[in-house]
């Protein structure tokens, strides 16, 4: 049942991920504004690729994990490869004050929001694993609770760093650098055995 789910761990995952995820998704033009000196509809021409990295991420790593879920057979546990390399390609958000250019800073974003989107997936995934048909909306409920939580205390929080340094360095690599120990946790939390066909 849902107590047997790793709830916690996936919350442990799904609390850092959000705020990288939104910090792209709600501040990627006021970067590109305030770090490149880009008109509106300058910024216009580049919004439209994180959220297509977004899909794209979404999609190949769900793929993955499917395909190497059936090969590997169900033991219970996430398939770490692909957990390790959406966490460190969502954690590239952190190199964000080193791009020197609008297209530098874009392609940052798209990889780290390419990453994020694969830790959704992967979660998603390991969540329609683990909880019993009747239960995935509970379990799906508390998880996206974790991340609005998340979002509502971080993007205060990068206003008003953004307020007090006058940049978004801080905040890119803050949030960057917080996707680790989450996917970390959610590697090393013990499994627990698939039951979404009970």
Do not use: N
């Amino acid at each position: 049942g849902i107590r047997d789910y790793k709830v916690t761990g996936v919350q442990t995952c799904a609390l850092p991920i959000s705020p990288a995820i939104s910090f792209v998704s709600l501040w990627s033009s006021k970067v590109l504004v305030r770090s490149f000196g880009l008109s509106p509809v300058a910024v216009g021409r580049y919004l439209w690729i994180t959220p297509l990295c977004y899909d794209l991420g979404s999609v190949f790593f769900g793929d993955r994990s499917s395909r190497r879920a059936r090969r590997r057979g169900g033991d219970g546990s996430p398939d770490r490869g692909l957990v390790a390399l959406a966490a460190t390609l969502c954690a590239a958000l952190a190199a964000l004050p080193w791009a020197t250019s609008p297209q530098a800073a874009i392609a940052v974003a798209s990889v780290s929001s390419f990453g994020g989107a694969g830790l959704y997936a992967l979660l998603t995934h390991d969540l329609f694993a683990r909880v019993k048909r009747g239960e995935v909306a509970t379990a799906g409920g508390l998880c996206a609770m974790a991340q609005s939580l998340a979002i509502i205390v971080a993007m205060p929080l990068v206003g008003a760093s953004v307020t007090a340094h006058g940049d978004y360095a801080r905040p890119a690599i803050a949030l960057g650098l917080w996707t680790l120990p989450g996917a970390a946790a959610w590697l090393l939390w013990p499994p627990t055995p698939p039951s979404a066909a009970g």
